[in-house]
């Protein structure tokens, strides 16, 4: 199967900050997706990013399919963005599951 | 949410008992899926639906065993819960198959402790 590397693994930034996160495939892959973790546990679906670029408030996420990444962009942080954020995509090659990163955590701080 | 309800939310049981996690949904998706999270491994795969009677394994199913006799409902059992069963457990559905419907919408989660 796949394998999705995402990084950094762990991000502190100050409130009102900008960080871009990475995810890495080894393989072509489609139905890419985005989801954050809350620190209560719940799973919110951010993007489905195969290809392009989508913008949604103040969360934007890129992917350049041809080269097997995607980037996830949050402008003027808020508390309220930390979590983790996960990656995932479905390999081009068949079994239509989806394939996760291990994730990065990302801490806002007032 | 996409209507996905899980129970029990917690759980604590002992090792060598059989445990049942209940996945519900309102929407009528076909697609619905089990994974565990557990530290450093992000989330896994157990097993999956794509209609009812219709499962297949994911990429960690040893172990358990799942169910889906009416579209709502997915069911995961240990049949014989071990300590290293201990995990947070979310349920998924999948919208559609194609874009941009395709996409997957968890559930709260259960969190189970095997002792």
């Known amino acids: 199967g796949i394998q999705v590397e995402q990084s950094p693994p762990d991000l502190i930034l100050q409130e009102g900050a900008n960080s871009t996160l990475r995810c890495n495939f080894s393989?072509?892959?489609?139905?890419l997706q985005w989801f954050h973790q809350n620190p209560w546990g719940q799973l919110i679906n951010l993007f489905y990013i195969p290809s392009g670029t989508k913008q949604n408030g103040r969360l934007s996420a890129t992917t350049v399919a041809t080269e097997r990444y995607s980037l996830l962009y949050i402008s003027s942080s808020q508390t309220t963005d930390s979590g983790v954020y996960f990656c995932?995509?479905?390999?081009?090659?068949?079994?239509?599951?989806?394939?996760f990163g291990t994730g990065t955590r990302l801490t806002i701080i007032p | 949410d996409a209507g996905i309800t899980q129970s029990p939310r917690h759980k604590v049981t002992e090792t060598g008992t059989p445990v049942t996690l209940r996945c519900h949904q309102t929407e009528n998706h076909r697609y619905m899926y089990w994974y565990r999270q557990d530290p450093g491994h992000g989330l896994r795969l157990i097993h999956y639906?794509?209609?009812?009677?219709?499962?297949d394994k994911g990429e960690v199913s040893d172990g358990y065993s799942v169910s889906r006799s009416k579209t709502e409902d997915f069911l995961l059992t240990l049949e014989s819960a071990t300590s290293s069963q201990t995990s947070v457990y979310f349920c998924?559905?999948?919208?559609?198959?194609?874009?941009?419907?395709?996409?997957?919408?968890f559930g709260p989660g259960t969190r189970l402790t095997v002792l």
């Open positions: 393989d072509s892959v489609n139905n």
């Open positions: 995932a995509g479905v390999s081009n090659f068949g079994n239509e599951k989806l394939t």
């Open positions: 639906s794509y209609g009812v009677k219709d499962t």
């Open positions: 998924a559905i999948r919208t559609g198959l194609a874009a941009p419907l395709d996409t997957q919408y």
